[in-house]
């Protein structure tokens, strides 16, 4: 799941009735250690602790969760990955946004209502640029055009920095929604169906699939 949501969220929900008992989707809390004192060290280590010593298929993450899943593919959970609409340039966006003030309050989806966090953890962001390189998994980039949170843009600037790399994973591609928009939600079933070919089905190197096609 992505910032200030929960495992409990309205997209995962739905992947679960989706995808279950095909798959058991493994969901854990990444407010770590709690949301007030967010720490991006400290979500990916409870992020590969959930993958350590289970049979990952796929490693799915949401937006700021795309950058966790990222980290925890490097640190040797050897799967497939499917990013939806990620944070990619999370570090340049957010220095350049860092409202005034410690803590700072933001809306929390999971509560229904705003939070405080610290202000460290918005410094802590700033600097993390995971995205920079490609992953050394195959990847399935899920990215909605109507997204309200995350510039497209920015996310299809970073893959095609990808693919200019030439190391890019066999088999990864960059799906386009033409009217996605950051939750996602509505498109559960494409979601789900990507997932299921990341596990299955590798589709041609450096693909792009639009939907509507």
Partial sequence: HGFASSPHGRK??????????????????LNAPSFEKLDFRAIVERAFEAGSGSHIAVIVGSSLGALVALEVSNRGINAPLVLLAPAFGIADRWASSIPEGDPI??????????APIRRAFFLQMSRVRIDDDPPRARVAVIMGRRDESVPFDSVASTWERWQRSGT???GSKFVEIAEGDHGLINLAEVIAGEIRAAARYPENMGAVTTYPP
């Fill in 12 to 29: 995962v929900e739905r992947l679960r009735v989706l995808l279950e008992p095909e798959m058991e989707l493994v969901t854990p809390d």
């Fill in 105 to 114: 309050e933001v809306y929390n989806w999971a509560l229904d209502r705003k």
């Fill in 168 to 170: 890019l994973v066999p």
